[in-house]
Nanobody, 121 residues
């Protein structure tokens, strides 16, 4: 089993930046991929970005390309989401997720508790 703990959420004005962190513990050596999802009130959960731990390959939601960057520090078992040029529509609860040992990253096997991001206009 993998445990995920997020941090770094908060409130920021439009145009600002935030960096989210997610630390993995437990069976972290079996991580296949890690991802960030977000969910705003009344909206469906959306996968924001994915990183594959073996190759470092990344996938982003089309609407976020160029503003968000996901990266992984393998030594620390920590994944980051750098969010720039934030917009009010980026507000929501952001969740870290992971797939262990392998399988579709769209269907994670572990979830963090979430961290709130609020972007004011």
């Amino acid at each position: 089993q993998v445990q995920l703990v997020e941090s770094g959420g908060g409130s920021v004005q439009a145009g600002g930046s935030l960096r989210l962190s997610c630390s993995a513990s437990g069976d972290s050596h079996s991580l296949f991929c890690m991802a960030w999802f977000r969910q705003a009130p009344g909206k469906e959960r959306e996968r924001v970005a994915t990183i594959y731990t073996g190759t470092g390959g990344t996938v982003y939601a089309d609407s976020l390309k160029g503003r968000f960057t996901i990266n992984l520090d393998n030594a620390k078992n920590t994944v980051y989401l750098q969010m720039n040029s934030l917009k009010p529509d980026d507000s929501g609860m952001y969740y870290c997720a992971a797939r262990v040992p392998s399988g579709p990253c769209s269907n994670p096997s572990a979830w963090g508790q979430g961290t709130q991001v609020t972007v004011s206009s």
